[in-house]
């Protein structure tokens, strides 16, 4: 999600001096990432930001934006006399960090490696043989290149579909590759721990879970065989040679409200010709809806990264609250001092819009709206942008384990 709007960051060409010929692979080698400082109101310095960026990775932020900025245009935006501070020396030797995509080996490495797309669904579906009895692989529909939305749903005590639901998404945006692994954690957590720990038991036979770990299937597979750095889905745009809807701007409640998303088909905040016009959305519309319409949904959790945040609705607004604000809070408190007391890691906690910035046809939003969710919040994972997107390979553990830690202190207060 650490991606949003500002409308003038979002003209054309973001990704010009990226776009691959004949989709090789970029290489981010020499490339750096610059936290600039933005005067207020320098409308022609944000278009010279934009023209000179390979990618803006905060483009929702007013002032401090970060930007992705090849060797060849460096000099050319550090001439732009603006206060920066350099946040990756070399994105490339960043990427290298990450580790290679590892082969699948099961259960006992799978948290320390990322994974191949094809790996993740057959984790998935291992996962789940392994708990036949009170686990299902679910399929809520098909990306816009026909992949399915993959997930798993876990029941305990009473049977499937007997109890409220808890929906988990993660992979909303391609390029955060820590919200996957994290998503497929908690899954991992909520079964292996079923029969021996006694809060999971009570939390299982509470609650259907349905985790569904990568909703932007082309999207993340493009990441591995293009564009490490790319956000979001493959949709092409009957309007423009760009490509890309932003799932995360797509739902169809107040996405016609403007400020919180772009109508540039080449913003990496796009949020399409209509709402919910990307099918990973309606996908994931009509799910959030039959879940309502079932049992109910008592939590909803969207994971992305980066910026350590958590974050409830709104979005579209920054003076509107929710009518639980109070318990949002709360609960979302009590998560952020469970993450930090595993590993020390700091949580900024609020309303969105206030808090971060202002989302308009985003999730939460809808799910606390129309989804009639009783608690909506959006997880923003490590880190601040040191590492951005692009965690090592060796963070990934320490991530979802204070990640686990603080969701089932949200689920024990539900």
Known sequence: MKSILLS?????????????????????????????NVPK???????????????????GKSALVDVV????????????????????????????????????????TWFTAYHSYADHIQFLRDLQGGYTSQSEVITIGNSVQGRALTGIHIWGSGGKGSKPAVLFHGTVHAREWISTMTTEYLAYQLLTK???????????????FYIIPIVNPDGFVYTQTTDRLWRKNRQTVSTSTCVGRDN????PYKWEVTGGASTNPCSETFKGLAASDAPENRAMVSHVNSLRDGRGL???????????????????????????????????????????????????????????YATTGDSTDYTDAVGNATYSYTYELRDRGTYGFSLPAS??????????????SMLKDL
């Open 8 to 36: 003038a960051f979002l003209l054309p060409l973001a990704l010009s001096s990226v776009v691959p010929r004949a989709e090789e692979k970029i290489d981010y080698h020499g490339f750096k990432i610059l936290r600039v």
């Open 41 to 59: 109101g320098a409308k022609d310095v944000e278009s010279k930001i934009q023209e000179l960026s390979a990618h803006i990775l905060n483009p």
């Open 69 to 108: 900025v090849s060797p060849e245009n460096l000099k050319a935006l550090e001439a732009l006399s603006l206060e920066s501070t350099v946040l990756t020396e070399d994105v490339g030797a960043v990427l290298d960090e990450e580790g290679p995509i590892s082969t699948y080996a099961g259960f006992a």
């Open 194 to 208: 079923y029969a021996s720990d006694t809060t999971v038991k009570a939390l299982v036979d509470k609650f259907d």
């Open 248 to 251: 995360n701007r797509n739902w």
């Open 298 to 356: 008592r939590l909803y959790l969207d994971i992305h990264s980066y910026g350590q945040y958590i974050l409830w609705p709104y979005g579209y607004t920054c003076s509107g609250v929710v009518e639980n604000d109070a318990q949002h809070r709360s609960i979302a408190s009590r998560a952020a001092a469970a993450i930090r007391a595993i590993s020390g890691t700091a949580y900024t906690i609020g309303p969105a819009c206030s808090t971060l």
């Open 395 to 408: 963070q990934i553990q320490p991530t979802v384990v204070e990640t686990w830690a603080g969701v089932l």
